[in-house]
């Protein structure tokens, strides 16, 4: 039988305990198509318990997971993950790892590579086999271009989220538990400090509520605050609003930013440029809000208001809020 397929499936960590994140689901979708292709087996690496999730890959074509204590941290630390994943690839010798390109895994897959001398594709958007490795999809100068990168198994891949959309494959359940190597101590964790403004994560939103310059200034984002809060949304941004100074980059949708495939994607003052729309073309259903009758989002958008977004954006917030109650 071919090498197996190794993907880390990254967990968040929260108040109501640990939970899957839709990206492990998304690598697991791809591996499992490139492990069909050449006769391999797909093996999660958990690096907690987390039932639920264990489930979840199962359902998305995992062959097999195999999970690990939880880290002495409590939570993410390159320190401790780092020696747990290589710990794995060492012990399976997969044809391919493949990790979120997320913050954590952008550094976990890029440490990977350089300790076990793998080839390493970052930040790809498609992954198919080609002769003695792969053939990744990757998005180049800030999005204006799209490159065919080819790399040699055994290789390192990251993958962005929500490039490809989870496709179910169940797999009858194969669970093993694996120890975690001692972990360094010259980081420790010794406080987390929330953040002052408590935000959804992007990806992992089923509603989203993005604004552009149509806002006017920064003065006026309160409008979007107001409605993602009356609709239980994550919040975000277009580029021209983050190079603006008006929000941070954590919030840009596009294609140098984050993409997402909620259910549901309002964008407010948004004209649509093709960098935006490459970030939020997947979204289930678009309802866009702009004066301007010609601007491209109208061409996306299953729902449409021409309006003024100060006009337009309260009276949403005051609906939402009578339908769906306080959030």
């Given at each position: ?7 880390y499936?990254?967990l968040?960590q929260?108040?109501?305990?640990r ?10 979708t791809v ?12 093996v ?13 890959l199962f359902e998305?074509g995992v ?6 204590p939880a ?7 390159l320190?401790?993950?780092a ?6 690839v060492e ?22 590579a ?5 080839g390493l594709v ?7 086999p080609?002769?003695?490795g792969?053939e990744?999809t990757?998005?180049?100068?800030a999005g204006k ?17 929500n490039?490809?959309p989870?496709?179910?494959a169940?797999?009858?359940?194969a ?8 972990a360094?101590d ?9 953040a ?5 994560e ?12 149509g ?9 979007i ?26 919030e ?7 993409t ?12 649509g440029a ?6 939020m073309?997947?979204?289930k259903?678009v309802?866009?809000v702009?004066?301007?009758p010609e ?14 977004v ?7 917030a005051q ?6 109650g306080p959030?």
């Open positions: 039988m071919a090498d197996p397929l190794l993907i499936a990254e968040t929260g108040a109501a305990g939970t899957l994140k839709r990206s492990a689901l998304e690598a697991a591996a499992r198509r490139l492990a069909d292709a050449a006769g391999a087996r797909v999660a690496l958990l690096p907690a318990p987390c039932p639920e999730g264990e489930a979840a998305h062959d097999e997971v195999r999970v690990a880290s002495p941290a409590g939570r993410y630390l320190e401790h993950e020696p747990l994943l290589a710990a794995q012990a399976l010798g997969p044809a391919l790892v493949l990790v979120a390109a997320s913050p954590a895994g952008k550094e976990l897959s890029a440490t990977l350089g300790h076990t001398g793998r970052a930040d790809a958007v498609d992954l198919a080609a002769p003695g792969y990744a990757k998005p180049v100068l271009a799209v490159a065919t990168v080819r790399v040699g198994a055994p290789a390192v891949v990251s993958l962005r989220p490039a490809v989870p496709a179910p169940p797999r009858a359940p669970r093993a538990e694996v120890a975690r190597p001692p360094g010259r980081v420790r964790l010794r406080e987390v400090v929330p002052a403004e408590k935000r959804r992007l990806t992992e939103a089923d509603v989203i509520v993005s604004g552009g310059r806002l006017g200034g920064p003065e006026h984002w309160g409008l605050l107001d409605l993602a809060q009356a609709l239980g949304a994550a919040h975000g941004a277009s580029r021209a609003v983050v190079d603006a100074g008006w929000r941070p980059h954590a840009q949708v596009g294609q140098t930013g984050k997402v495939s909620p259910k549901l994607y309002v964008a407010c003052g948004i004209s093709i960098q935006h729309l490459a970030g073309s997947s979204s259903v309802v866009a702009n004066k301007d601007a491209p989002i109208f061409r996306v958008a299953d729902f449409g208001v021409v309006g003024d100060h006009q337009v954006l309260p009276l949403f609906v939402a809020r009578e339908f769906l959030a």
